[in-house]
Protein backbone atom coordinates (compact mmCIF):
# COMPACT_ATOMS: atom_id res chain seq x y z
CA UNK A 1 0.00 0.00 0.00
CA UNK A 2 1.49 3.67 -0.62
CA UNK A 3 0.00 6.76 1.51
CA UNK A 4 -2.67 8.05 -1.17
CA UNK A 5 -4.01 4.23 -1.18
CA UNK A 6 -3.86 4.04 2.94
CA UNK A 7 -5.52 7.07 3.29
CA UNK A 8 -8.29 5.85 1.01
CA UNK A 9 -8.88 2.96 2.83
CA UNK A 10 -8.32 3.80 6.31
CA UNK A 11 -9.15 7.63 6.32
CA UNK A 12 -11.16 8.63 3.99
CA UNK A 13 -15.14 7.87 5.23
CA UNK A 14 -17.65 10.28 3.36
CA UNK A 15 -20.42 8.38 4.34
CA UNK A 16 -21.49 9.49 7.86
CA UNK A 17 -20.17 13.55 7.97
CA UNK A 18 -22.44 15.91 9.60
CA UNK A 19 -23.37 19.08 7.88
CA UNK A 20 -21.41 21.18 9.73
CA UNK A 21 -18.22 19.50 8.24
CA UNK A 22 -18.10 21.53 4.43
CA UNK A 23 -15.30 19.78 3.37
CA UNK A 24 -13.36 16.82 5.21
CA UNK A 25 -10.73 14.61 4.48
CA UNK A 26 -9.46 14.46 0.77
CA UNK A 27 -9.05 18.38 0.05
CA UNK A 28 -6.16 20.73 1.01
CA UNK A 29 -7.43 21.48 4.21
CA UNK A 30 -10.96 20.52 5.95
CA UNK A 31 -13.80 23.63 6.10
CA UNK A 32 -16.07 23.32 9.13
CA UNK A 33 -19.20 25.50 9.47
CA UNK A 34 -19.11 27.37 12.44
CA UNK A 35 -22.35 26.49 15.37
CA UNK A 36 -24.09 29.73 16.10
CA UNK A 37 -23.93 30.94 20.08
CA UNK A 38 -20.58 28.73 20.11
CA UNK A 39 -17.37 28.93 20.87
CA UNK A 40 -14.56 26.15 19.16
CA UNK A 41 -12.14 24.51 21.72
CA UNK A 42 -9.31 22.71 20.34
CA UNK A 43 -6.44 20.86 21.62
CA UNK A 44 -3.41 18.31 19.81
CA UNK A 45 -1.16 15.54 21.88
CA UNK A 46 1.26 12.95 20.66
CA UNK A 47 1.64 9.49 21.43
CA UNK A 48 5.42 8.32 20.45
CA UNK A 49 5.96 4.73 20.68
CA UNK A 50 8.92 3.97 23.39
CA UNK A 51 8.04 7.36 25.34
CA UNK A 52 3.93 6.98 26.31
CA UNK A 53 3.37 3.22 25.24
CA UNK A 54 5.61 0.44 24.54
CA UNK A 55 7.98 0.27 21.24
CA UNK A 56 5.99 -2.72 20.36
CA UNK A 57 1.91 -2.84 20.88
CA UNK A 58 -1.15 -3.30 19.57
CA UNK A 59 -2.89 -1.10 16.93
CA UNK A 60 -5.93 -0.88 18.98
CA UNK A 61 -4.62 -0.14 22.48
CA UNK A 62 -2.46 2.66 20.59
CA UNK A 63 -5.77 3.90 19.11
CA UNK A 64 -7.16 4.50 22.40
CA UNK A 65 -4.73 5.87 24.16
CA UNK A 66 -4.27 8.41 21.39
CA UNK A 67 -7.51 9.35 21.52
CA UNK A 68 -8.57 9.59 24.97
CA UNK A 69 -5.86 11.57 25.43
CA UNK A 70 -7.37 14.56 23.51
CA UNK A 71 -10.76 14.04 24.36
CA UNK A 72 -10.20 13.64 27.89
CA UNK A 73 -8.90 17.21 27.63
CA UNK A 74 -11.75 18.42 25.92
CA UNK A 75 -13.75 16.88 28.29
CA UNK A 76 -12.10 19.43 30.88
CA UNK A 77 -12.77 22.13 29.25
CA UNK A 78 -16.92 21.22 29.29
CA UNK A 79 -16.57 20.48 25.36
CA UNK A 80 -18.37 18.52 23.52
CA UNK A 81 -16.27 16.77 20.97
CA UNK A 82 -17.08 17.02 17.29
CA UNK A 83 -14.04 17.11 14.94
CA UNK A 84 -10.80 15.13 14.77
CA UNK A 85 -7.41 15.53 12.85
CA UNK A 86 -4.71 12.25 12.52
CA UNK A 87 -1.40 13.00 11.89
CA UNK A 88 -0.20 9.59 11.86
CA UNK A 89 3.63 7.79 11.28
CA UNK A 90 4.26 4.43 10.69
CA UNK A 91 7.37 2.31 10.27
CA UNK A 92 5.36 0.51 7.27
CA UNK A 93 2.25 0.95 5.75
CA UNK A 94 1.11 -3.39 6.21
CA UNK A 95 -2.36 -3.80 6.82
CA UNK A 96 -1.35 -5.95 9.96
CA UNK A 97 -1.22 -2.87 12.58
CA UNK A 98 -3.13 -0.50 10.75
CA UNK A 99 -6.23 -2.38 10.08
CA UNK A 100 -6.67 -3.22 14.20
CA UNK A 101 -5.94 0.53 14.79
CA UNK A 102 -8.17 2.30 12.21
CA UNK A 103 -10.99 -0.13 13.31
CA UNK A 104 -10.76 0.72 17.04
CA UNK A 105 -10.17 4.61 16.00
CA UNK A 106 -13.18 4.73 13.91
CA UNK A 107 -15.05 2.96 16.71
CA UNK A 108 -14.20 5.32 19.62
CA UNK A 109 -14.64 8.38 17.25
CA UNK A 110 -18.26 7.47 16.69
CA UNK A 111 -18.80 6.58 20.59
CA UNK A 112 -16.94 9.97 21.67
CA UNK A 113 -18.94 11.95 18.61
CA UNK A 114 -15.94 12.93 16.58
CA UNK A 115 -15.73 12.99 12.74
CA UNK A 116 -12.21 12.81 11.38
CA UNK A 117 -11.57 16.01 8.52
CA UNK A 118 -8.45 15.09 7.88
CA UNK A 119 -4.83 14.26 8.93
CA UNK A 120 -1.23 13.34 7.47
CA UNK A 121 0.36 10.08 6.93
CA UNK A 122 4.30 9.60 6.84
CA UNK A 123 6.55 6.72 7.07
CA UNK A 124 9.19 6.52 9.93
CA UNK A 125 9.26 5.48 13.87
CA UNK A 126 5.20 4.49 15.07
CA UNK A 127 4.07 7.89 16.68
CA UNK A 128 0.54 10.24 16.29
CA UNK A 129 -0.82 13.30 16.92
CA UNK A 130 -4.77 13.99 17.40
CA UNK A 131 -5.79 17.45 17.09
CA UNK A 132 -9.22 17.38 18.61
CA UNK A 133 -12.07 20.29 17.98
CA UNK A 134 -15.01 20.75 20.49
CA UNK A 135 -17.64 22.75 21.59
CA UNK A 136 -19.63 24.63 23.96
CA UNK A 137 -22.06 27.46 24.41
CA UNK A 138 -19.66 30.90 24.21
CA UNK A 139 -18.35 32.15 27.54
CA UNK A 140 -18.85 28.48 29.41
CA UNK A 141 -15.63 27.06 29.30
CA UNK A 142 -14.53 25.52 32.36
CA UNK A 143 -10.78 27.01 33.22
CA UNK A 144 -8.21 25.72 35.08
CA UNK A 145 -8.14 29.19 37.25
CA UNK A 146 -11.09 30.26 39.17
CA UNK A 147 -10.38 28.14 42.53
CA UNK A 148 -10.92 30.09 45.51
CA UNK A 149 -10.39 29.48 48.86
CA UNK A 150 -12.81 27.52 50.58
CA UNK A 151 -13.97 25.26 47.70
CA UNK A 152 -13.87 21.57 47.86
CA UNK A 153 -11.63 19.25 45.64
CA UNK A 154 -13.26 16.62 43.84
CA UNK A 155 -12.47 13.88 42.24
CA UNK A 156 -14.92 12.39 39.34
CA UNK A 157 -13.89 8.68 37.97
CA UNK A 158 -12.85 5.21 38.35
CA UNK A 159 -10.97 4.98 41.84
CA UNK A 160 -7.12 5.90 41.07
CA UNK A 161 -3.49 3.63 40.97
CA UNK A 162 -4.61 1.48 38.45
CA UNK A 163 -3.27 2.64 35.35
CA UNK A 164 0.33 3.40 37.79
CA UNK A 165 0.17 -0.24 38.68
CA UNK A 166 0.41 -1.43 34.97
CA UNK A 167 3.72 0.60 34.06
CA UNK A 168 5.06 -2.10 37.25
CA UNK A 169 3.72 -4.78 34.64
CA UNK A 170 5.63 -3.51 31.67
CA UNK A 171 8.88 -3.53 33.43
CA UNK A 172 7.98 -7.00 34.54
CA UNK A 173 7.99 -6.29 38.54
CA UNK A 174 4.93 -7.37 38.86
CA UNK A 175 2.48 -9.78 36.83
CA UNK A 176 -0.02 -8.68 34.38
CA UNK A 177 -3.44 -7.75 36.09
CA UNK A 178 -6.50 -7.17 33.80
CA UNK A 179 -8.13 -4.46 35.18
CA UNK A 180 -4.89 -2.34 35.11
CA UNK A 181 -4.09 -3.37 31.60
CA UNK A 182 -7.84 -2.50 31.04
CA UNK A 183 -7.01 1.28 33.05
CA UNK A 184 -3.97 1.94 30.83
CA UNK A 185 -5.01 0.77 27.33
CA UNK A 186 -8.80 1.59 27.32
CA UNK A 187 -9.05 4.70 28.98
CA UNK A 188 -12.41 6.50 28.92
CA UNK A 189 -13.06 10.11 29.14
CA UNK A 190 -15.17 12.06 30.92
CA UNK A 191 -16.97 14.12 28.77
CA UNK A 192 -20.56 13.92 30.19
CA UNK A 193 -19.27 15.37 33.00
CA UNK A 194 -16.97 17.60 31.87
CA UNK A 195 -20.52 19.02 30.39
CA UNK A 196 -22.60 18.54 33.69
CA UNK A 197 -19.57 20.28 35.52
CA UNK A 198 -19.74 23.22 33.69
CA UNK A 199 -22.54 24.92 35.76
CA UNK A 200 -21.06 24.33 38.61
CA UNK A 201 -17.64 24.10 38.74
CA UNK A 202 -14.85 26.73 39.60
CA UNK A 203 -11.93 25.32 37.92
CA UNK A 204 -11.43 21.98 36.51
CA UNK A 205 -8.04 19.65 35.23
CA UNK A 206 -7.89 16.50 34.06
CA UNK A 207 -5.49 13.68 35.77
CA UNK A 208 -3.27 13.12 32.83
CA UNK A 209 0.08 13.56 34.50
CA UNK A 210 -0.68 12.55 38.02
CA UNK A 211 -3.22 13.66 40.63
CA UNK A 212 -0.97 16.07 42.91
CA UNK A 213 0.81 17.44 39.64
CA UNK A 214 -2.32 18.08 38.00
CA UNK A 215 -3.63 19.86 41.15
CA UNK A 216 -0.71 21.93 41.09
CA UNK A 217 -2.03 23.46 38.10
CA UNK A 218 -5.49 24.20 38.88
CA UNK A 219 -3.32 26.26 42.17
CA UNK A 220 -1.04 27.91 40.51
CA UNK A 221 -3.64 29.00 38.05
CA UNK A 222 -6.06 30.64 40.67
CA UNK A 223 -6.18 34.40 41.33
CA UNK A 224 -5.20 33.73 44.80
CA UNK A 225 -2.27 31.55 47.06
CA UNK A 226 -3.72 28.32 47.91
CA UNK A 227 -3.14 25.19 49.20
CA UNK A 228 -4.67 21.81 49.05
CA UNK A 229 -5.49 20.00 52.35
CA UNK A 230 -5.79 16.29 50.72
CA UNK A 231 -7.50 13.50 52.80
CA UNK A 232 -5.81 9.93 52.67
CA UNK A 233 -9.05 8.34 53.45
CA UNK A 234 -11.08 10.18 51.42
CA UNK A 235 -8.75 9.49 48.22
CA UNK A 236 -10.38 6.68 45.86
CA UNK A 237 -8.15 3.81 45.56
CA UNK A 238 -8.67 0.91 43.44
CA UNK A 239 -8.92 -1.77 45.75
CA UNK A 240 -6.59 -4.43 43.79
CA UNK A 241 -3.75 -1.75 43.71
CA UNK A 242 -3.76 -2.06 47.71
CA UNK A 243 -3.59 -5.49 47.70
CA UNK A 244 -0.95 -6.00 45.48
CA UNK A 245 1.18 -2.90 46.55
CA UNK A 246 -0.20 -2.19 50.25
CA UNK A 247 -1.65 1.16 51.34
CA UNK A 248 1.35 3.43 51.56
CA UNK A 249 2.59 2.62 47.85
CA UNK A 250 -0.88 2.37 46.50
CA UNK A 251 -1.61 5.93 48.30
CA UNK A 252 1.62 6.97 46.13
CA UNK A 253 0.37 5.73 42.89
CA UNK A 254 -3.31 7.19 43.37
CA UNK A 255 -2.29 10.54 43.92
CA UNK A 256 0.95 11.20 41.38
CA UNK A 257 0.54 8.18 38.60
CA UNK A 258 -0.28 9.69 35.55
CA UNK A 259 -3.01 8.47 32.64
CA UNK A 260 -5.62 7.94 35.16
CA UNK A 261 -7.92 10.27 32.65
CA UNK A 262 -10.77 11.41 35.45
CA UNK A 263 -11.32 14.98 36.02
CA UNK A 264 -10.44 16.44 39.06
CA UNK A 265 -12.52 20.32 39.88
CA UNK A 266 -13.28 22.35 42.65
CA UNK A 267 -16.64 23.66 43.30
CA UNK A 268 -17.29 26.18 46.32
CA UNK A 269 -18.26 24.71 49.66
CA UNK A 270 -22.40 23.24 50.11
CA UNK A 271 -22.34 22.78 46.20
CA UNK A 272 -22.57 18.59 45.47
CA UNK A 273 -21.56 18.23 41.93
CA UNK A 274 -24.49 16.53 40.16
CA UNK A 275 -22.37 13.62 38.48
CA UNK A 276 -20.99 11.15 41.19
CA UNK A 277 -18.18 12.18 42.58
CA UNK A 278 -15.81 12.11 45.96
CA UNK A 279 -14.72 14.85 47.57
CA UNK A 280 -10.96 14.51 48.43
CA UNK A 281 -9.59 17.56 50.22
CA UNK A 282 -10.45 21.31 50.20
CA UNK A 283 -8.52 24.89 49.38
CA UNK A 284 -7.50 27.44 51.71
CA UNK A 285 -5.49 30.65 51.88
CA UNK A 286 -1.78 29.72 52.39
CA UNK A 287 1.53 32.22 51.35
CA UNK A 288 2.27 29.47 48.63
CA UNK A 289 0.56 27.23 46.47
CA UNK A 290 1.08 23.64 47.60
CA UNK A 291 -0.47 20.93 48.87
CA UNK A 292 -0.56 18.89 52.19
CA UNK A 293 -1.81 15.36 53.02
CA UNK A 294 -3.82 14.74 56.26
CA UNK A 295 -2.16 18.20 57.48
CA UNK A 296 1.22 17.75 56.52
CA UNK A 297 3.72 17.80 53.67
CA UNK A 298 3.72 15.37 51.33
CA UNK A 299 6.14 12.85 51.48
CA UNK A 300 9.62 14.27 50.45
CA UNK A 301 10.37 10.78 48.06
CA UNK A 302 7.43 11.40 46.15
CA UNK A 303 7.67 13.13 42.44
CA UNK A 304 4.55 14.78 41.51
CA UNK A 305 3.27 13.40 38.53
CA UNK A 306 5.26 12.23 35.06
CA UNK A 307 7.85 14.47 34.27
CA UNK A 308 7.80 14.70 29.97
CA UNK A 309 11.17 16.48 29.55
CA UNK A 310 12.85 13.04 31.29
P1 LIG B 1 -1.53 17.64 1.46
O1 LIG B 1 -0.18 17.29 0.98
O2 LIG B 1 -2.29 18.63 0.67
O3 LIG B 1 -1.54 17.91 2.96
P2 LIG B 1 -2.02 14.85 1.81
O4 LIG B 1 -1.67 14.03 0.64
O5 LIG B 1 -1.12 14.90 2.97
O6 LIG B 1 -2.39 16.32 1.28
O7 LIG B 1 -3.43 14.38 2.32
C1 LIG B 1 -4.52 14.24 1.43
C2 LIG B 1 -5.81 14.33 2.20
O8 LIG B 1 -5.89 13.25 3.10
C3 LIG B 1 -5.92 15.60 3.05
O9 LIG B 1 -7.27 15.98 3.07
C4 LIG B 1 -5.51 15.14 4.41
O10 LIG B 1 -6.13 15.93 5.43
C5 LIG B 1 -6.01 13.70 4.43
N1 LIG B 1 -5.23 12.80 5.28
C6 LIG B 1 -3.95 12.40 5.16
N2 LIG B 1 -3.60 11.54 6.13
C7 LIG B 1 -4.69 11.37 6.91
C8 LIG B 1 -4.97 10.63 8.08
N3 LIG B 1 -4.06 9.87 8.69
N4 LIG B 1 -6.21 10.73 8.61
C9 LIG B 1 -7.13 11.50 8.03
N5 LIG B 1 -6.94 12.21 6.92
C10 LIG B 1 -5.73 12.16 6.37
MG1 LIG C 1 -0.38 16.70 4.10
Redesign the pocket.
Known sequence: MN??E??RR???RHTDAPASVVV???????VIAHTPGCETVVSVDSVIAGRHVPLICSGEGFAQRLLARGVSDLAAMGATPRYL????TLPNFDSGWVDPFAERFHQLAVQWGLH??????TRGPLSAQVTVIGELPAGSALRRGGARAGDVVWMVGEPLGGARAYLDVLDGSVPDHPVWSARYWHPNPLIAEGQALREQATACIDVSDGLCQDLMHVLEAAVEPLVAELYTDAVPIAADVIEVFGAERALEYALTGGDEYCLLCTLPTGVTPSVPAEAIGELVTAETPGLRLDGEALPSDWQLGWDHSR
Do not use: C, K, P, Q
Open positions: EFLIYFRGVGDDAALLSLLIGGDT
